[in-house]
């Protein structure tokens, strides 16, 4: 299979993590927390470029024609990461042609290892596409407003989905529209492929992979940081 590009959402708010700009945007390690996942995701031999989201009114975002030798493109994202997601999909080059693997990655995920973006694309390039991500291994708790325990959920079966996810750019792109159109707003690229029948391989891959959402992320980032590749 030959390199593929990916898809990095970049164009969130940030909310959860508070700070005085986007989450991407802070200092993690002294340098934006993007610069980290992008160079990252660049310095991947299996990945060819990067089409990198923001928002349409962000004045932090440095734009360059490539990192670490790789293309870099940018692209303007929506109210929602679906959204971004699917705006950043149609900005991929003409040359990715519709039954290409594409990846797409978080932004805010930082820590994610070459090994197992590597496992990704080898084992969910030989049917419809897959995404990283881990078995539950905690007990489950469904919680009430007042956040008491009202049940204890079976876990078996249960996963926590990662990025990267994989899957063909034109069913992507379809998959997504569909959503769209359909007023539903998918979590991640897996939820719409799973609307149109697909479904996806879940590919275990390392809990390090952090998506990184609230202040205290950020220390923890940095500590994964130095230890994962
Ligand atoms: N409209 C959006 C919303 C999110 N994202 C991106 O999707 C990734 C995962 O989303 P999340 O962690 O929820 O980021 P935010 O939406 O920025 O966080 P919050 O919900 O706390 O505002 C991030 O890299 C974020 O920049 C995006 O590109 N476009
Ligand atoms: C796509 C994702 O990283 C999968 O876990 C996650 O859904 C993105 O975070 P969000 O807060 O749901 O946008």
Redesign the pocket.
């Known amino acids: 299979m030959d390199a593929l590009w990916c898809v990095?959402?970049?164009?969130?708010?940030?909310?959860?993590?508070g700070g005085d700009r986007?989450?991407?945007y802070q200092s993690l390690a002294g340098r934006p927390l993007?610069d980290h996942?992008l160079e990252r995701l660049a310095a991947h031999p299996r990945i060819a470029g990067l089409v990198v989201?923001?928002?349409a009114d962000d004045p932090h975002f440095s734009a360059v024609e490539s990192i670490g030798g790789k293309p870099l493109i940018a692209t303007i994202?929506?109210?929602?990461?679906?959204?971004?997601?699917l705006a950043?999909v149609l900005a991929l080059p003409a040359a990715v042609a519709p039954d290409h693997f594409v990846l797409v990655h978080?932004?805010?995920?930082p820590c994610v290892r070459a090994d197992d973006i590597t496992r990704l694309i080898d084992l969910a390039g030989v049917g419809e596409g897959g995404l990283l991500g881990a078995p539950l291994r905690d007990t489950l708790k469904r919680a009430d407003a007042d956040c008491h325990s009202t049940a204890t959920e079976p876990r078996e079966g249960r996963w926590r989905a990662f990025?990267p996810q994989m899957f063909r750019r034109g069913a992507l792109a379809r998959a997504l529209a569909l959503a769209a159109a359909d007023g539903i707003v998918v979590s991640d690229e897996a939820m719409a492929m799973e609307r149109t029948g697909v479904m996806p391989l879940l590919v275990e891959g390392s809990e390090d992979n952090i998506?990184?959402?609230?202040p205290a992320d950020f220390a923890l980032a940095e500590f994964l940081l130095g230890r994962t590749r």
């Open positions: 990095v959402p970049a164009a969130g708010r940030g909310v959860r993590a986007p989450k991407q993007l996942t989201v923001i928002a994202g929506g109210g929602e990461r679906s959204d971004s997601v950043g978080d932004a805010a995920r990025t998506k990184v959402t609230t």
